[in-house]
């Protein structure tokens, strides 16, 4: 048998998710604001693909929760991602201190308890050992945005517990209240889907996509002192950086 010459039939899933990400990057940057997208006709004029293409585009956005069709008005874009940058060591508000946008928080939990296994091996502790724990749900311009959960060693942590969580950033807090300069953090980032008591939160669908952030932070000097794992709603929140490609020489 001899392999045929006809080249293969183009899929038409490859045209939507190129689509779909050209798209959803306009919407991320602003390009349609408050004004609804462009017709499905003409969508598929601009980008040289068929209506059914442009519908399946518009579905998938709208499953990802950044666009909804209003019967005889148009498809609009529904929520605008909020972007921390990962540059340096930031707390939430400080990310946004520059913008309209407004961080609050909700405290579920602020209490003393003994460290867990996992919580004790991160903080260099011995397991049982008191560590102050903090279940926050931080607000965006009124609207959850993540679900923040942190273990701080007792000697820090002890002294928060008396002062404003539900308005200020936990590093923050450590730095101008208790003069603790802070220095690198460790992080590792999944997706996740969410469960049911997470999902109620954060007033989003069980299964929902979000984020999950494990951040170690130390001190100036080395040592840990705070450990949080953040859930954050995927249909809000997206993170950004700039990474330096290290020359072939100086690789390890």
Do not use: W
């Not at 045209?15 to 004004?35: F, K, M, W």
């Not at 992080?187 to 999950?212: M, Q, Y």
């Not at 001190?219 to 859930?231: A, F, H, K, N, Q």
């Amino acid at each position: 048998m001899t392999a045929s010459n006809t080249p293969p039939t183009r899929s038409r899933s490859a045209p939507v998710r190129r689509i779909r990400d050209v798209l959803r990057a306009r919407i991320r940057t602003g390009i349609y604001g408050s004004l609804p997208l462009p017709s499905e006709s003409q969508l598929a004029a601009d980008f040289g693909a068929s209506r059914n293409v442009i519908r399946e585009v518009l579905g998938l956005l709208r499953e990802e929760g950044l666009v909804e069709r209003i019967q005889g008005a148009g498809t609009f874009v529904v929520a605008d991602r909020a972007v921390q940058s990962m540059d340096r060591l930031r707390g939430l508000a400080e990310s946004f201190a520059t913008s309209d946008s407004r961080v609050s928080n909700r405290v579920l939990f602020a209490e003393t308890v003994p460290a867990t296994p996992i919580v004790a091996e991160r903080l260099e502790l011995e397991q049982g050992t008191p560590v102050v724990a903090l279940e926050r749900i931080r607000n965006l311009d009124g609207q959850p945005l993540s679900l923040d959960a942190s273990y701080l060693t007792s000697d820090v942590g002890t002294p928060l517990l008396e002062m404003d969580l539900a308005n200020c950033d936990v590093f923050g807090l450590l730095e101008a209240e208790l003069g603790l300069p802070l220095g690198l953090a460790s992080v590792s980032i999944e997706a996740v889907a969410a469960d049911p008591t997470v999902a109620g939160l954060l007033e989003v669908r069980k299964g929902s996509p979000l984020l999950l952030l494990e951040r170690l932070t130390h001190t100036d000097s080395g040592r840990p002192i705070d450990l949080e794992y953040v859930r954050y709603r995927g249909d809000r929140f997206s993170l950004s950086g700039r990474l330096h490609r290290t020359p072939i020489e100086e690789r390890s």
